[in-house]
């Protein structure tokens, strides 16, 4: 990979990882679309009918495929706090970009998504501490970190391709 985006749930890892993308030349991968088709049923899906552990089990497992891959990884908001998935990101030499947003921003963007199936199991008290719990992994894998709040996504891509 070129560069993987990781943060939590809306910050906006997926629109800007095309953008980047797109800017190289190179594929946009998106690990929640990887575990979709590997298991063959949305995520939601795979929550609710094998539990979160098994989710977790194959994102670890595509995450380690991917990252021999050529592109833009984006990974999901979880992928970067599990501890397993943390050792491979902090070795890696591939840059990681940690997209930041407030919780104001998260909530306003992420609320009323029924496709993700923490969205729907928390509420959005639950939701902040899950992000704050996490923040100190996705510093601790970051290379680079962007706060994305009052940026527009074709200058946060603009500020990572500078970085690359
Ligand atoms: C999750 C975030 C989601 C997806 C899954 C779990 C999380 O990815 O991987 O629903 O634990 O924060 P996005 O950040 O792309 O929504």
New binding site residues.
């Given amino acids: 990979m070129e560069a993987i985006l990781i943060?939590?749930?809306?910050?906006g890892?997926?629109t800007i990882g095309k953008l980047v993308a797109q800017h190289l030349n190179v594929p946009h991968v998106?690990?929640?679309d990887q575990?979709t088709a590997a298991a063959g049923i949305p995520?939601?899906d795979i929550?609710a009918k094998h539990g979160e552990a098994y989710?977790r089990q194959l994102?670890h497992k595509l995450l380690l495929q991917q990252m021999a891959e050529h592109g833009i990884l984006?990974?999901?908001?979880?992928?970067s706090?599990q501890p397993e998935n943390m050792r491979v990101l902090k070795q890696t030499t591939v840059p990681v970009i940690f997209l930041e947003a407030t919780a104001a921003t998260i909530l306003k963007r992420?609320c009323n998504?029924q496709g993700?199936?923490?969205v729907n199991q928390l509420d959005q008290t639950d939701l902040i501490a899950?992000k704050q719990s996490r923040q100190q992994a996705y510093q601790a894998c970051a290379d680079l970190t962007i706060a994305t709040d009052q940026t527009a996504p074709d200058q946060i891509a603009q500020q990572i391709l500078n970085y690359l």
Avoid: N, Q, W, Y
Avoid at 7 to 11: E, P
Avoid at 74 to 79: D, E, L, P, Q, R
């Fill in positions: 943060g939590f749930m809306g910050c890892k997926t998106d690990l929640d575990i995520i939601k929550f989710f994102e984006s990974t999901g908001g979880g992928t706090a992420v998504d993700r199936p923490l899950l």
